[in-house]
């Protein structure tokens, strides 16, 4: 009997914990969506796969993830050509040191963190469905626990210039909601055989201040020390992507190295903020003709 191998979508596969991920899953016989900005960046990355994994079936899709535009045509195209999808893992992301705003009007940080995510879930929702037991997996990080005060919705369309100093909390916010989105989202899809959870990866080297000048000394200073090490933060992601232990559960919030369930920082944990998010985002993307 043939095995129907598994189609994996992740987002921010070229580079960090995402290729790592992606080199792990292409070893266990999945084939590969990738989202990717750059051309040479994703040859590089089929290159580092097929190395590995000869055989793998890899497709990249091209674009933005700034732009929710180029968001929504490529899920639009990953939805025509895979009619149905096992795992979207939802993976790309960024810390901004400085206030950044699209070409539609939003901060980078939300854009790229927060909404980019919400919409390409919702895009794929029908290629999800159509696997009878899929599995959405959302990034997320305990730097949520740093994360201000959440205001709705005003935050999700905040341009405000902010400095270095300030930028960890905004970073934060846009992961309290990852986890909210993860919580709401298994509510609005309960029944229909998704598993929608999120986790912490941990300190990882690999995503440490791309923009800071001295991120690279840095980097290899921490390697040395074997502090923050990528593979930890990479195997939680795999193992929530396709462990059967993680296949049943919905709406959980999971940490690295343990695996353990993790109560997120209030109000990541609200059920009637969780649901205000879901709503004041759909009225947002809906005023951008975002939705179908």
Do not use: C
Not at 134 to 148: C, I, L, P, T, W
Not at 248 to 265: K, Q, R
């Amino acid at each position: 009997m043939k095995t129907i191998q598994p189609i994996i979508v992740i987002t921010g596969a070229t580079s960090g914990l995402g290729q790592l991920a992606a080199l792990e899953l292409a070893k266990r016989g999945a084939h590969l969506v990738l989202t990717a900005r750059s051309e040479k960046r994703a040859e590089t990355t089929r290159n580092k796969i097929r190395e590995i994994a000869p055989s793998a079936k890899i497709d990249f899709f091209f674009g933005d993830l700034s732009v929710l535009n180029d968001v929504k045509r490529i899920g639009l195209e990953i939805a025509a050509a895979y009619p149905r999808i096992d795992v979207l893992l939802n993976n790309a992301g960024l810390h901004a040191f400085e206030q950044r705003i699209t070409s539609e009007g939003f901060a980078e940080m939300i854009a790229v963190n927060y909404l980019a995510p919400w919409l390409l879930t919702h895009t794929l929702h029908t290629s999800l469905m159509q696997a009878g037991h899929a599995r959405v997996v959302n990034v997320a990080s305990e730097a949520s626990r740093n994360h201000g005060k959440l205001v709705l919705p005003d935050d999700l369309t905040d341009t405000a210039p902010f400095t270095a100093r300030d930028s960890s909390a905004i970073y934060g916010k846009t992961k309290l909601l990852n986890i909210m989105f993860t919580s709401e989202l298994a509510r609005q899809w309960d029944g229909s055989g998704i598993r929608v959870n999120a986790l912490n990866p941990g300190f990882n080297v690999t995503g440490l201040g791309r923009e800071l000048w001295f991120a690279s000394v840095l980097e290899r200073i921490l390697t040395f020390l074997h502090i923050g090490d990528p593979r930890r933060g990479a195997d939680i992601m795999t193992r929530l992507t396709v462990e059967p232990s993680f296949g049943e559960v919905t709406g959980g919030y999971f940490n690295v190295g343990s695996g353990a369930s993790i109560t997120p920082v209030y109000p990541g944990g609200n059920a009637e903020m969780q649901n205000k998010l879901w709503k004041v985002t759909t009225q947002l993307l809906e005023q951008r003709d975002l939705l179908e």
